[in-house]
Every structure is written in C-alpha cells, then in structure tokens.
C-alpha cells in the first residue's frame, strides 16, 4: 500500500477490491461468501470475518492475512512472546 494507506482493516479490504476494480458481488464470488460479509467487512462492523474467511479474502487478494488485521493485532504477531 501507499503511504496515505488506509488504517482499518476494512477500508484496506476495499481498497484492495477497489484497485482490482471489483464489485462487491465480484468479490463476494470470487471469495466464496455472501455479498454481505464482503459490505460488513469493508465497514468494519461486528467483530469482523473468522479467521477461515479472513484468509480467503486475503487469497483472494494475495495479501498476508496480517495485511487484513486490525493494528493491534498486526503488532502483537510482530512481537516476539
């Protein structure tokens, strides 16, 4: 990503879909899950998708599944126990 790179983990999942220039039906194809997971997703709301879903979608995009993770998250793999 860039350096004005979008900090949630949704709006990096639709910026990854944007530069593909997809749907969401597309992705939603594409990936195996229903349109809605794919908006939920983007929007950040809920909890966000199962870790199953959430490395289909970063396949999809052939993306670590890190790429896909809120910050805090993304640091705690970063760092070593």
Do not use: N
Not at 23 to 48: L, W
């Amino acid at each position: 990503m860039t350096d004005t790179a979008p900090t949630t983990p949704g709006t990096r999942a639709r910026a990854l879909r944007l530069r593909q220039a997809l749907t969401v039906e597309e992705a939603a194809q594409g990936i195996g899950v229903s349109t809605q997971t794919i908006y939920r997703f983007e929007r950040d709301e809920g909890r966000g998708p199962r870790i199953q879903t959430l490395r289909k979608i970063a396949g999809f995009y052939d993306v670590e599944p890190a790429t896909l993770l809120p910050e805090r998250d993304r640091q705690a793999i970063a760092t070593p126990a």
